[in-house]
């Protein structure tokens, strides 16, 4: 019967159809997964240069700092030092003052 041959075409129309719709869908979706794919991994190495550009300016101050740190410690050391043997004999009676040793 020829009512039947012709649902059972717009039966494969449609079918071929839906699978067409399902593949362009699909194919879209792939390219949106890669474009997406593509821009974050753009954003993380944005990020990555950020923080090591982030981490080489702190590494230069904290060592900048260190190094100014030491200097006054080494130059507070000296005249501890240059005070201690400055004072040293008073230091050195006074302390036997407190001992109770008089010589």
């Known amino acids: 019967m020829p009512i039947f041959k012709w649902v059972e075409e717009i039966e494969n129309i449609y079918d071929d159809l839906i699978e067409n719709a399902k593949k362009e869908s699909l194919e879209d979706i792939e ?3 890669a ?10 190495q944005n990020n990555q240069e950020i923080i ?3 981490l080489a300016t702190l590494s230069k101050e904290v060592n900048e ?3 100014k740190f030491g200097e006054s410690i ?6 501890i030092e240059k005070n201690f043997y400055e ?3 008073e230091l050195m009676i006074l302390i036997f003052d407190k001992l109770g040793f008089d010589f």
């Open 31 to 33: 390219k949106l997964k």
């Open 35 to 44: 474009s997406l794919e593509k821009e974050m991994e753009k954003k993380n």
């Open 52 to 54: 090591n550009s982030t």
């Open 65 to 67: 700092k260190s190094s």
């Open 74 to 79: 080494s130059k507070l050391n000296s005249k």
């Open 87 to 89: 004072n040293k004999e």
